[in-house]
Structure formats: structure tokens, C-alpha cells
């Protein structure tokens, strides 16, 4: 229940006073009450005896306004008391249940008065101190300054809480927002009515609140900090659906924080500031402990206890889920305690369980969350420590990544095929265009791919980050094919939100290559030199590719480049390794790939992807099938590749040389007129389903005349989907 009061000068005026007509009005604000609340007001003499006739009314609108009209009072004194729906400024919507607030008040004094929580807090206060002997405007006063006070609000106790209202803009009206919302934080209605009650006989009988109470007022200030800012918003937005602009102060002045008493002293002051005894620490691998001091003239903390719009750093951790990314590692990140007492922030950092440096920030608060200061901390790395193993989450993570990557180079061989049977059955011009669900779906799997890439990229940064270019080689190989395949195309090396995937454009693929090759030269250096292994079953193996990948993929973009010479030394180094060998495998047969899916990589397979293979297509008297496993980089292609590249160097003995080896372990004749042409036909009969020949009679010149297709058909339509969907999205010439 909630009442409302206002002093008189005249404590003795009931006995002097003379029966006067009042025009009584104003407003009921929790949030406002709604319209059609109730209210009524009874005449009271000065011991708050009934007197005379009890008036009803009822609220006119959403706003809480009411009026009595002109009433005849044979004294100043009155009780209102209202019950009704209100806006919960909270939650942000309407209650949904009923509240009852009362006041009583000095008609002598204001005739225009506000029922609200604080005058409802003072109404049994006010009672039990005119039943001691004292008169009401005595009364009134004390009660209202020890409720201001209580609240740590006392330099706004000279105004009566009557004539506070929460759309006045002013200081007042933000102390009453403030402590209406802290009584009201995480309280259904009839859990507010409940609580106010205890809160009005504890004040009633005292003037203060008891212990038990005041723990219950702390612990509300700090479920409150969190939502300041929306508590202000919804009520600026609500007077705002009522046609009423109105401004609201920030809250978090009007809270006392620190229990000294005063609301709105714990933040700095024009001329003041907060001092560090340092700002940099710079931490050996295996921590220590560390003393800096603080110099402050206001109370500080490592945590802000109200709302900010500057959130620490380090309160900042990642999903839940990607907490077991590596394995036996529980912390990745740089571990440390830290306090705060009697001036002395005190950090205590644990040994890093990292290869590579680390840095993070311990900032420094006032009670409302603004920063003071911080410490910016970088902890040496362990260079001797072994890469970390991937751990459940990270296992699940390279499982997804890896599903993803094989379906999207998966259905990207059903593009090899339509190019490798075109002048069989002209299947390029039937299935290839911008509305095709192929073309759609490849483009959408090398973007899922690479999302998930970059998704598992930016939160394995945030720990360790030591598998940074193992992210980087497989965005590569995502990004190498996309080029070949459409030429310019979006270059996304982030994790994009949803605005950002629908406003992106076509990146220059001279700006594509150009970063991947950075990328890929740093991975060489940092990858392990090992025989690549990607069929096992364990997805370290999978996920922890070795040198030769990232070689052959920045092999594979200076032959695209036509830089055929830094091209060829990187296929040297693999041949050099002498991990691999070649065997009879023939990538055009359905057997080699089931034989790779059985048995495992082999001799040959240096990089390949699984997934479910898709029904067989019947495209005239063509069978095409999605293959369930693709060997995207094998030592035939390296060879291959190789002789290619001492073909365009000069080197034509040597080259021809490289091709006998593959011709004679494959068991395959060759034709041409050049050594060039030779390569052609052996990649024609050798490498189907390992999504290289395009590329490579892309790169020579090959693709009009050996598919017989238009010049135009060498780059793949942009899906029409993108196109509508991204106003900045451009088709490839040749496709409507």
C-alpha cells in the first residue's frame, strides 16, 4: 500500500481552519497507472481521524492524471489511496496484476499532488509519529527525511515526494525512478505488494529499514545495474507511445553503491583523476606476482557494479562451448587472480600454457562501470612446448569443418564432370546457369565451409592461437578454387554478421591471391614437414595438414599467376620429401576412389575429403555421380604439375621425363604435339575426380576448344540468389 503526504507551516492550522473547497488533482506513477485505475481521497482532521465524505474518481489516462473536481474539506488534511495497473518500468510492459498506493497530504500546502512509492513508503511513518504527539507537518518532514536519507537521497528530502513525478526530467523525478525500479527489480506484483508492506511497517515503526532489509536493497542494486539504461529507455519510450517526450537523468547517480550514505558521490569529480603506479606489465612464461599501486579519491573496483556501456575486457569469456578446443589444456588463456585493497591492486598470473605470447587487461571501475585505468598485461609464451592436440570441442569443430569442406568440393566435381562430358552429350549450356540449384548449392557449401573456418579461427585466437595457420591454409583452399571457378567473389576472412552477408561484393581476385600467398608462405614455415595424412579416422590428423598442402595450394596460384618458376621449386620440395610415390591409382576410375574410401590414403593421396556420395544423374547417356570421397591433392597431380612447370620454364627434356613416370606406373598412352598437350591427355584420362583439370586448361588456354564450350563458360554464373539478394552482387559476362 502507498501513501503520499505534504507539510504545512501551521502545525495548529486544523484548529483555526475554516471549511474551504479544494480542486484536487495529479498524478499516480509507479509507472503511470493505467487509465481507468482507481482513486479515492478522504478528508482526515489533524490526528488523521475520518472526516467527512470519502471521494472517488478514476484515472483519465495512460499518463496516471486525475481529478476530484471541486470538493468541500473541513480541514487540509487527506488520505488518497489508488489501485490499479501500471507500466512496469522494468520489464517494459504493462503489469500484470494490481497495485495499491496511498499518501496522505496537505491540501493547505499543494492541491496538485502525486501518489507514488515514496509517498507510500512514508505513510505508516507519518502515522505513527503524529500518534507519538506530533503534528502533521512535523511529522510529514521527519518522515520524509529519513526515508531520503535511508536511501542516501537526502539532499532532495527539502521538496515534498507529493510533487515528484517521473516525466519531470528533473533530479527528483530520477530519484523516484530509481528507487521504484530498485524496489520493483525481479518482483512480480504481488511480490511488491508483499515486499512494500514489510518496507512500510519496518519504516513505520523505526524510520529505517533492518539489517536483513538492507542486505535485500544491496543484493537489488546489483541485479538493477545491469538493466539502468533499459529501465531509462522504456520509460522514455513509453511516454513517448503516449505522445509525451520527456527526458531521464542517468539513474546510476542516484543509487548509493557504496553504502556511505550518499547517493551519486562515487564518481570523479571535474579536476580529479585516478592514478596507476604503472600501466604496462610485462610477465615472464612462468608469472610471478605483482603489486601496483592506486591512487584515487573515490572507491574503485575490478568490476563495475552498475550498468556500462564499457564493459571490462576481461569480464568478457568465450562460449561455453569452446572451452575444450585442445586437449589436457583447461586454460589456454593467460590465468591470473587479482584483489583490490586499501589502495594496492595485488595480480597473481599463473605459468602460460602457450607457444606464442598472450596479452589481456585488468581495468580498473568506478561503482557506475566507467573505466578509470587499466593494465595492459603481456605474458612471454613457451616456444618449447608441443603443438596442443585438439580437444572435444575441437574435434567437433574439425568435424564439422570437415563435413562442410567435403561436400563443397564434392558437388564442385559434378561441375569437372558436366565440363569433362560436354561435347559428349552438351550437358555445360542444360545444367549451368545463374538459377541452377548446383551452382547455388556449390557456392553456398564453399561459404558454409569457410564460415565454419572462420568461426572456429576467431574463437581458437582468443585462446591460444597456435592452430591460426591451419585456419589459414583451409580458407586457402576454399578461397583458390572459388577464384578458378567464378573469378572475383566475396573475400570474407572474418566471421561476417547478418548485415554484413547481405551488403558484401565481388573482391578483385588479384587482392584474393595476393593475401593468400602471404598466408601461405607464413604456413610453410610454420607447418610440420610430415607425410599429410586426411583419411584416418582421427581428426588431428585430418585438421594438422603438413607443409606440402599449403605448397601445393600456393603452387597451384603461381601456376594460375603464370609464375611457373617459383611454382616449380615448391613441387620440388615435395618430390624431394620422398613421402609419397607413385602407384597404378587412376582418379577416373569409380574403383580407385572406393579402394582411397576403404583402404586410406595410400602411397599417392596427399589431401582428400569424404562425404555422401549423391544418387546417380542420368544426363543423356551420361552417368554423373557426386563422389563420396575426392582426392583433392595427390602426387600424380604434383608430377603433373611439376612437368608443367618445366614445360613453361624451358625444361622440355625434363619435363617429358616427369610425364613417363606417371604415363608408365598408370599404364596409359599419351598423345600431342608438344609436351603440353601430352600433360592435357594424361590429366583427361587420370584425374576426373580430383577437381584439378579445370584449372589447369584454364591456365593454358585449353578450356574452349578441349570441352567445347564458349569463351564465356570459363567462369561459372553467379548464383542468382546472391544477385537478389546482394544489391552490390555482379554476373559474370555471357550469363542473363
Given at each position: 500500500?502507498?501513501?503520499?503526504?505534504?507539510?504545512?507551516?501551521?502545525?495548529?492550522?486544523?484548529?483555526?481552519?475554516?471549511?474551504?473547497?479544494?480542486?484536487?488533482?495529479?498524478?499516480?506513477?509507479?509507472?503511470?497507472?493505467?487509465?481507468?485505475?482507481?482513486?479515492?481521497?478522504?478528508?482526515?482532521?489533524?490526528?488523521?481521524?475520518?472526516?467527512?465524505?470519502?471521494?472517488?474518481?478514476?484515472?483519465?489516462?495512460?499518463?496516471?492524471?486525475?481529478?476530484?473536481?471541486?470538493?468541500?474539506?473541513?480541514?487540509?488534511?487527506?488520505?488518497?489511496?489508488?489501485?490499479?495497473?501500471?507500466?512496469?518500468?522494468?520489464?517494459?510492459?504493462?503489469?500484470?496484476?494490481?497495485?495499491?498506493?496511498?499518501?496522505?497530504?496537505?491540501?493547505?500546502?499543494?492541491?496538485?499532488?502525486?501518489?507514488?512509492?515514496?509517498?507510500?513508503?512514508?505513510?505508516?511513518?507519518?502515522?505513527?509519529?503524529?500518534?507519538?504527539?506530533?503534528?502533521?507537518?512535523?511529522?510529514?518532514?521527519?518522515?520524509?527525511?529519513?526515508?531520503?536519507?535511508?536511501?542516501?537521497?537526502?539532499?532532495?528530502?527539502?521538496?515534498?515526494?507529493?510533487?515528484?513525478?517521473?516525466?519531470?526530467?528533473?533530479?527528483?523525478?530520477?530519484?523516484?525512478?530509481?528507487?521504484?525500479?530498485?524496489?520493483?527489480?525481479?518482483?512480480?506484483?504481488?511480490?511488491?505488494?508483499?515486499?512494500?508492506?514489510?518496507?512500510?511497517?519496518?519504516?513505520?515503526?523505526?524510520?529505517?529499514?533492518?539489517?536483513?532489509?538492507?542486505?535485500?536493497?544491496?543484493?537489488?542494486?546489483?541485479?538493477?545495474?545491469?538493466?539502468?539504461?533499459?529501465?531509462?529507455?522504456?520509460?522514455?519510450?513509453?511516454?513517448?507511445?503516449?505522445?509525451?517526450?520527456?527526458?531521464?537523468?542517468?539513474?546510476?547517480?542516484?543509487?548509493?553503491?557504496?553504502?556511505?550514505?550518499?547517493?551519486?558521490?562515487?564518481?570523479?569529480?571535474?579536476?580529479?583523476?585516478?592514478?596507476?603506479?604503472?600501466?604496462?606489465?610485462?610477465?615472464?612464461?612462468?608469472?610471478?606476482?605483482?603489486?601496483?599501486?592506486?591512487?584515487?579519491?573515490?572507491?574503485?573496483?575490478?568490476?563495475?557494479?552498475?550498468?556500462?556501456?564499457?564493459?571490462?575486457?576481461?569480464?568478457?569469456?568465450?562460449?561455453?562451448?569452446?572451452?575444450?578446443?585442445?586437449?589436457?589444456?583447461?586454460?589456454?588463456?593467460?590465468?591470473?587472480?587479482?584483489?583490490?585493497?586499501?589502495?594496492?591492486?595485488?595480480?597473481?598470473?599463473?605459468?602460460?600454457?602457450?607457444?606464442?605470447?598472450?596479452?589481456?587487461?585488468?581495468?580498473?571501475?568506478?561503482?557506475?562501470?566507467?573505466?578509470?585505468?587499466?593494465?595492459?598485461?603481456?605474458?612471454?609464451?613457451?616456444?618449447?612446448?608441443?603443438?596442443?592436440?585438439?580437444?572435444?570441442?575441437?574435434?567437433?569443430?574439425?568435424?564439422?569443418?570437415?563435413?562442410?569442406?567435403?561436400?563443397?568440393?564434392?558437388?564442385?566435381?559434378?561441375?569437372?564432370?558436366?565440363?569433362?562430358?560436354?561435347?559428349?552429350?552438351?550437358?555445360?549450356?542444360?545444367?549451368?546457369?545463374?538459377?541452377?540449384?548446383?551452382?547455388?548449392?556449390?557456392?553456398?557449401?564453399?561459404?558454409?565451409?569457410?564460415?565454419?573456418?572462420?568461426?572456429?579461427?576467431?574463437?581458437?585466437?582468443?585462446?591460444?592461437?597456435?592452430?591460426?595457420?591451419?585456419?589459414?591454409?583451409?580458407?586457402?583452399?576454399?578461397?583458390?578454387?572459388?577464384?578458378?571457378?567464378?573469378?572475383?567473389?566475396?573475400?570474407?576472412?572474418?566471421?561476417?554478421?547478418?548485415?554484413?552477408?547481405?551488403?558484401?561484393?565481388?573482391?578483385?581476385?588479384?587482392?584474393?591471391?595476393?593475401?593468400?600467398?602471404?598466408?601461405?608462405?607464413?604456413?610453410?614455415?610454420?607447418?610440420?614437414?610430415?607425410?599429410?595424412?586426411?583419411?584416418?579416422?582421427?581428426?588431428?590428423?585430418?585438421?594438422?595438414?603438413?607443409?606440402?598442402?599449403?605448397?601445393?595450394?600456393?603452387?597451384?596460384?603461381?601456376?594460375?599467376?603464370?609464375?611457373?618458376?617459383?611454382?616449380?621449386?615448391?613441387?620440388?620440395?615435395?618430390?624431394?620429401?620422398?613421402?609419397?610415390?607413385?602407384?597404378?591409382?587412376n582418379y577416373n576410375d569409380k574403383e580407385t576412389i572406393t579402394g582411397l574410401w576403404n583402404n586410406g590414403s595410400g602411397k599417392e593421396t596427399i589431401f582428400a575429403t569424404r562425404s555422401e556420395s549423391g544418387?546417380?544423374?542420368?544426363?543423356?547417356?551420361?552417368?554423373?555421380?557426386?563422389?563420396?570421397?575426392?582426392?583433392?591433392?595427390?602426387?600424380?597431380?604434383?608430377?603433373?604439375?611439376?612437368?608443367?612447370?618445366?614445360?613453361?620454364?624451358?625444361?622440355?627434356?625434363?619435363?617429358?621425363?616427369?610425364?613417363?613416370?606417371?604415363?608408365?606406373?598408370?599404364?596409359?598412352?599419351?598423345?600431342?604435339?608438344?609436351?603440353?598437350?601430352?600433360?592435357?591427355?594424361?590429366?583427361?584420362?587420370?584425374?576426373?575426380?580430383?577437381?584439378?583439370?579445370?584449372?589447369?586448361?584454364?591456365?593454358?588456354?585449353?578450356?574452349?576448344?578441349?570441352?567445347?564450350?564458349?569463351?564465356?563458360?570459363?567462369?561459372?554464373?553467379?548464383?542468382?540468389?546472391?544477385?537478389?539478394?546482394?544489391?552490390?552482387?555482379?554476373?559474370?559476362?555471357?550469363?542473363?
Amino acid at each position: 500500500m502507498l501513501s503520499l503526504s505534504s507539510c504545512s507551516e501551521d502545525d495548529n492550522l486544523e484548529n483555526d481552519f475554516k471549511p474551504t473547497t479544494y480542486d484536487v488533482l495529479g498524478k499516480v506513477e509507479k509507472g503511470p497507472f493505467v487509465s481507468g485505475s482507481t482513486i479515492t481521497i478522504q478528508p482526515m482532521d489533524g490526528n488523521l481521524q475520518v472526516l467527512g465524505s470519502l471521494y472517488s474518481s478514476t484515472i483519465q489516462d495512460d499518463l496516471g492524471n486525475f481529478s476530484f473536481g471541486s470538493k468541500l474539506f473541513e480541514a487540509p488534511y487527506a488520505e488518497l489511496t489508488a489501485n490499479g495497473y501500471f507500466f512496469n518500468e522494468v520489464d517494459g510492459d504493462l503489469s500484470s496484476g494490481t497495485l495499491n498506493l496511498r499518501a496522505l497530504v496537505d491540501l493547505s500546502d499543494e492541491t496538485t499532488v502525486n501518489v507514488n512509492l515514496l509517498t507510500h513508503l512514508k505513510y505508516q511513518r507519518i502515522q505513527r509519529l503524529i500518534a507519538n504527539g506530533m503534528k502533521f507537518g512535523e511529522a510529514n518532514k521527519q518522515a520524509q527525511k529519513e526515508l531520503f536519507t535511508a536511501f542516501g537521497l537526502q539532499k532532495y528530502a527539502e521538496k515534498d515526494a507529493s510533487t515528484f513525478s517521473i516525466a519531470g526530467g528533473t533530479d527528483e523525478s530520477a530519484a523516484l525512478i530509481a528507487i521504484s525500479s530498485l524496489l520493483l527489480v525481479d518482483r512480480s506484483e504481488a511480490a511488491l505488494t508483499e515486499y512494500l508492506a514489510k518496507l512500510c511497517r519496518e519504516f513505520g515503526e523505526n524510520g529505517i529499514f533492518s539489517e536483513s532489509t538492507q542486505k535485500q536493497i544491496d543484493a537489488d542494486k546489483e541485479t538493477l545495474g545491469n538493466q539502468l539504461s533499459s529501465v531509462e529507455d522504456n520509460i522514455i519510450e513509453r511516454y513517448a507511445d503516449l505522445g509525451l517526450e520527456i527526458t531521464v537523468k542517468n539513474l546510476a547517480y542516484f543509487l548509493d553503491w557504496d553504502n556511505d550514505g550518499i547517493a551519486g558521490n562515487e564518481i570523479l569529480q571535474e579536476g580529479e583523476e585516478v592514478k596507476l603506479e604503472m600501466t604496462e606489465l610485462n610477465v615472464p612464461n612462468e608469472g610471478g606476482t605483482y603489486t601496483i599501486s592506486i591512487s584515487s579519491p573515490i572507491p574503485v573496483y575490478l568490476e563495475p557494479k552498475a550498468n556500462s556501456d564499457n564493459p571490462p575486457i576481461d569480464a568478457i569469456s568465450p562460449e561455453e562451448f569452446f572451452t575444450e578446443i585442445y586437449e589436457n589444456i583447461s586454460n589456454a588463456d593467460i590465468s591470473m587472480e587479482k584483489s583490490l585493497t586499501d589502495g594496492k591492486l595485488v595480480i597473481k598470473l599463473s605459468p602460460l600454457n602457450s607457444k606464442t605470447a598472450k596479452s589481456t587487461s585488468v581495468t580498473i571501475y568506478d561503482v557506475l562501470g566507467n573505466a578509470l585505468g587499466s593494465v595492459k598485461i603481456v605474458q612471454e609464451g613457451d616456444g618449447d612446448i608441443s603443438l596442443p592436440k585438439l580437444g572435444k570441442t575441437g574435434k567437433q569443430l574439425v568435424a564439422s569443418m570437415a563435413m562442410d569442406i567435403a561436400q563443397s568440393f564434392s558437388e564442385l566435381n559434378l561441375i569437372e564432370q558436366y565440363y569433362h562430358y560436354n561435347k559428349e552429350a552438351n550437358l555445360v549450356s542444360q545444367y549451368i546457369y545463374p538459377s541452377c540449384s548446383s551452382v547455388n548449392s556449390i557456392w553456398s557449401n564453399f561459404y558454409k565451409a569457410n564460415r565454419t573456418i572462420m568461426m572456429f579461427k576467431e574463437k581458437e585466437a582468443e585462446q591460444l592461437g597456435v592452430y591460426q595457420e591451419y585456419f589459414n591454409v583451409f580458407s586457402a583452399m576454399q578461397y583458390y578454387n572459388m577464384v578458378v571457378m567464378w573469378g572475383d567473389v566475396p573475400y570474407i576472412n572474418f566471421v561476417p554478421d547478418m548485415n554484413a552477408a547481405f551488403n558484401i561484393s565481388r573482391t578483385p581476385q588479384k587482392d584474393i591471391f595476393a593475401d593468400l600467398k602471404s598466408n601461405l608462405e607464413k604456413a610453410i614455415s610454420y607447418l610440420e614437414e610430415k607425410k599429410n595424412e586426411s583419411l584416418s579416422n582421427d581428426a588431428n590428423d585430418f585438421f594438422f595438414i603438413s607443409k606440402d598442402v599449403a605448397r601445393i595450394l600456393l603452387a597451384n596460384i603461381y601456376m594460375y599467376q603464370a609464375e611457373y618458376g617459383l611454382a616449380e621449386k615448391l613441387l620440388s620440395d615435395i618430390i624431394s620429401t620422398g613421402f609419397y610415390e607413385l602407384d597404378s591409382s587412376n582418379y577416373n576410375d569409380k574403383e580407385t576412389i572406393t579402394g582411397l574410401w576403404n583402404n586410406g590414403s595410400g602411397k599417392e593421396t596427399i589431401f582428400a575429403t569424404r562425404s555422401e556420395s549423391g544418387e546417380p544423374r542420368t544426363r543423356g547417356n551420361i552417368t554423373i555421380t557426386t563422389p563420396a570421397l575426392v582426392p583433392i591433392m595427390t602426387y600424380t597431380d604434383v608430377i603433373l604439375s611439376y612437368a608443367e612447370c618445366l614445360y613453361k620454364n624451358g625444361k622440355i627434356s625434363e619435363s617429358e621425363k616427369e610425364l613417363e613416370k606417371v604415363t608408365s606406373n598408370k599404364g596409359i598412352n599419351v598423345s600431342g604435339s608438344s609436351v603440353l598437350e601430352k600433360i592435357k591427355d594424361a590429366r583427361s584420362q587420370l584425374m576426373l575426380y580430383s577437381n584439378t583439370n579445370f584449372a589447369f586448361m584454364k591456365r593454358n588456354g585449353f578450356v574452349k576448344d578441349f570441352y567445347g564450350v564458349e569463351d564465356y563458360r570459363q567462369l561459372l554464373p553467379i548464383p542468382q540468389r546472391e544477385l537478389d539478394l546482394c544489391p552490390q552482387m555482379t554476373q559474370n559476362p555471357g550469363y542473363c
